[in-house]
């Protein structure tokens, strides 16, 4: 079955390149329990590295009790999201700006797409907040040494494609793989529903 998603599916489509911005649309049949209907957003790519955030996993762990300072700025639902599972410990900050804010101008923010930024999350989250209109965040991120990401999609594992501001501060009751696969060119609509677990289906 994986070579069937490897073989037609990924390699028949056009491919886009990894860069800060774009998200890692993990493939139907993903081998990975880890990423199985995965969306991850690309925040750093580069010939050492590549750093990204998956925006899909949500913890039960409220913001308001462990980062009480960012609470009223992270949009709802107003949980720690996690990241990825390298170093849980750290937390990164994405945020979609407001309608008409240069993100160039603002040094709190580091543009990724349009309205879409990292956020240094040593600013004042007062001041963040008449920049952005929401944000998330994330405990922990994904990480990929030289070469293994391409590897990686080169084994039709990940779909590449740009991200949408509201990826990021999707109402947790959505459903972001599916969402973004049905916007996606054909044939990727078609595999929207695909479980996460075969066997539920």
Avoid at 107 to 119: S, T, V
Avoid at 126 to 131: Q, S, T, V
Wanted: hydrophobic share 45%; proline share 9%; net charge negative.
């Amino acid at each position: 079955m994986p070579s069937f998603y490897a073989d037609r599916l990924f390699t028949a489509l056009e491919r886009g390149e990894p860069s800060p911005g774009m998200l890692l649309i993990s493939a139907p049949g993903m081998l990975s329990d880890m990423f199985a209907r995965s969306v991850i957003l690309i925040i750093e790519h580069n010939e050492v590295l590549t750093f990204g955030v998956n925006l899909t996993q949500r913890s039960e762990l409220a913001v308001a009790n462990l980062m009480p300072e960012w609470a009223d700025v992270v949009a709802k639902p107003q949980a720690l999201y996690i990241g990825g599972p390298v170093n849980q410990q750290s937390v990164v900050g994405l945020g979609v700006t407001r309608p008409g804010v240069d993100i160039n101008a603002a040094p709190q923010l580091n543009r990724l797409a349009n309205r879409l930024a990292h956020i240094d999350l040593r600013s004042d989250p007062a001041e963040l907040g008449e920049l952005v209109e929401g944000m998330r965040l994330f405990a922990g991120y994904c990480e990929w040494a030289p070469g293994q990401l391409d590897d990686e999609i080169e084994r039709g594992d990940w779909y590449i494609v740009p991200a949408l501001p509201g990826d990021v501060i999707m109402p947790g009751r959505a459903d972001l793989w599916g969402d973004v696969m049905r916007r996606q060119p054909m044939p990727l609509p078609l595999f929207s529903t695909y479980p996460a677990d075969v066997a539920e289906n």
